[in-house]
């Protein structure tokens, strides 16, 4: 893991932002010259991708990175969803809130890398903003202490419904 940036204290949380690969982006990458069927491809790189990160924070406000005193992370593995029906479901990026290894949020190289390695850099760089931001919003929904109705967290459980709805019809 490549350690970005940091700074606070803690609870017990752990959010994360996934992306559903369309049926048809399950098992194909579209072709390109010298790849196998069934290859993913993503031309960026691990530090390519991780400069990215570093940039797109460069971007954000001083005050979001208070008490995230683990910082933020990138990470190259690739992680499925536990409560996945099917290998479509990719975690791209975590929050975690604990009293020991305190906030942090991590980054996942590999999971972009099978979730979008059909994409262009541009749209990566978006999904990459994305996630950030989507992970932030859980380190300030967590320092203010909302955990209730109209939060990031009721939002990703009514995401994991839809989910678990497109693959019960």
């Excluded at 020991?100 to 590999?110: A, C, S």
């Excluded at 009721?154 to 678990?164: G, I, Q, T, V």
Aim: aromatic residues 10%.
């Amino acid at each position: 893991m490549n350690g970005l940036t940091g700074s606070g204290s803690s609870l017990s949380v752990f959010c994360n932002r996934f992306r559903i690969l369309p049926a048809r982006q399950v098992r194909f990458a579209r072709g390109r010259a010298g790849s196998a069927v069934g290859e993913w491809i993503m031309d960026m790189t691990f530090d390519e991708f991780t400069g990215i990160v570093e940039e797109e924070l460069a971007l954000l406000p001083d005050y979001v990175h208070e008490e995230l005193n683990g910082g933020v992370l990138t990470d190259p593995g690739a992680y499925l969803h536990p409560g996945r029906v099917a290998d479509d479901l990719y975690i791209l990026g975590t929050y975690s809130s604990d009293p020991v290894m305190g906030k942090q949020i991590v980054l996942y190289y590999g999971s972009f890398k099978a979730a979008m390695g059909y994409a262009s850099d541009q749209v990566i760089r978006k999904q990459i903003r994305d996630t950030l931001r989507h992970e932030f919003r859980h380190h300030l929904e967590t320092r203010a202490g909302l955990f209730r109705k109209g939060t990031l967290i009721e939002e990703d459980a009514e995401n994991m419904m839809k989910y678990y709805m497109r693959h019960k019809g």
